[in-house]
Antibody
Framework: EVQLVESGGGLVKPGGSLRLSCVAS????????MNWVRQAPGKGLEWVSS???????YYADSLRGRFSISRDNAKNSLYLQMNSLRAEDTALYYC??????????WGQGTLVSVSS | QSALTQPPSASGSPGQSVTIPCTGT?????????VSWYQQHPGKAPKVIIY???KRPSGVPDRFSGSKSGNTASLTVSGLQAEDEADYYC??????????FGGGTKLTVL
């Protein structure tokens, strides 16, 4: 069974940093691209970033270099380093497996709140 | 990289059919056959119900179908059931490794 478990969310002040993690199980992690997708409270889905199985990275234009995605295939883990956080980054952050630019499995999300 | 356009709401009675459009541009929906649709119930993670414009993952009822014409993709739900009441999101590949989502449509089963 495919499982994706996110962690690392929490309350952070504006300008602060957080590192999100996602541990995958139930599939050959090193053969799939992975995504981060976020959802602000009461709002829609927003694609944040993706990383291919070979390590190519892609970001939403709106992030302007503040976020960095990475993966550790030996640990079946995906990461999102978030810097210079703003109130508008407050959201539930989902880890999702990529399948031809579709996200076929999702975790339950980790909540990031940016507030002073 | 602008969000795809979906109507905020749609509705239908049990047994009826409803179609939800998703409008993009030639740089996303119109340019690639990588349109997906997701169903999200309150408090739950999204679930893919259509990928590659028309393909259904295993376990998704054939009441759900997808299509595309030009820059507009559509999700049709036939034989509406109470459990179909949820939020629906479209997404598309937008080139250069990027993905764009629609704003979402709240489907109400009357």
């Amino acid at each position: 069974e495919v499982q994706l478990v996110e962690s690392g969310g929490g309350l952070v002040k504006p300008g602060g940093s957080l590192r999100l993690s996602c541990v995958a199980s139930g599939f050959a992690f090193n053969t799939y691209g992975m995504n981060w997708v976020r959802q602000a409270p009461g709002k829609g889905l927003e694609w944040v970033s993706s990383i291919s199985n070979s390590g190519y990275v892609y970001y939403a234009d709106s992030l302007r270099g503040r976020f960095s995605i990475s993966r550790d295939n030996a640990k079946n883990s995906l990461y999102l380093q978030m810097n210079s956080l703003r109130a508008e980054d407050t959201a539930l952050y989902y880890c999702a497996r990529d399948s031809w630019y579709s996200q076929d499995y999702w975790g339950q999300g980790t909540l990031v709140s940016v507030s002073s | 990289q602008s969000a795809l356009t979906q109507p905020p709401s749609a509705s239908g009675s049990p047994g009826q059919s409803v179609t939800i459009p998703c409008t993009g541009t030639s740089s996303d929906v119109g340019g690639y056959n990588y349109v997906s649709w997701y169903q999200q119930h309150p408090g739950k993670a999204p679930k893919v119900i259509i990928y590659g414009v028309t393909k259904r993952p295993s376990g998704v009822p054939d009441r759900f179908s997808g299509s595309k014409s030009g820059n507009t993709a559509s999700l049709t739900v036939s034989g509406l059931q109470a459990e179909d009441e949820a939020d629906y999101y479209c997404s598309s590949y937008a080139g250069s490794g990027k993905v764009v989502f629609g704003g979402g449509t709240k489907l109400t089963v009357l």
